[in-house]
């Protein structure tokens, strides 16, 4: 990930650094930017390993309250889905190229294209969904969300599930 950031990033990088979180660790982070990442091992940020179950949590919310934005990196789904996770930093980083919405035709999609297109494009993949839509620049499809049934709330008539680029 470091050597990543490294390639697409030219300003200043901090490893380890303690100081913005009196103590606590962020991996990498990027003054400039106000983006911080942390590179979380599956072994070593497990409750099992001492963590307490709200430790990624908290320390997103308490980097939030300084303007920073923490994205998490699990090495688990680095493994599976490594390439979107490298998509996603580049993005992060201002680095891919913008398709505006208002460039964009909105069309209802059929299942198994939403299917396909979150197994290819969200580091979960494929849901159970109700309805889809994507948008389409150029015949394209470039991003794609799904709505179901609320799973948590009967307050609410629809739950979106996935949203991909």
Do not use: M
Request: net charge positive.
């Amino acid at each position: 990930v470091a050597a990543l950031i490294r390639k697409e990033y030219d300003g200043e990088i901090s490893r380890g650094n303690r100081s913005v979180l009196n103590g606590d660790e962020l991996d990498i982070y990027l003054p400039d930017k106000k983006i911080a990442f942390e590179c979380n091992g599956t072994y070593w940020h497990a409750e099992k390993s001492g963590k307490d179950r709200k430790y990624h949590l908290s320390k997103t919310e308490r980097c939030s309250e300084l303007g920073i934005r923490l994205v998490h990196i699990w090495e688990h789904d680095w493994g599976r889905c490594g390439e979107l996770y490298k998509s996603h930093i580049s993005n992060i980083l201002g680095k891919s190229s913008r398709i505006y919405a208002r460039q964009c035709v909105v069309e209802k999609l059929d299942y198994a294209v939403a299917t396909n297109f979150f197994e290819g494009n969200h580091r979960q993949g494929k849901c159970v969904h109700s309805v889809a839509f994507g948008l389409y620049n150029s015949g394209e499809l470039v991003a794609a969300i799904s709505f179901g049934k609320p799973r948590y709330s009967s307050g609410y008539q629809w739950e979106l599930l996935r949203f991909a680029k």
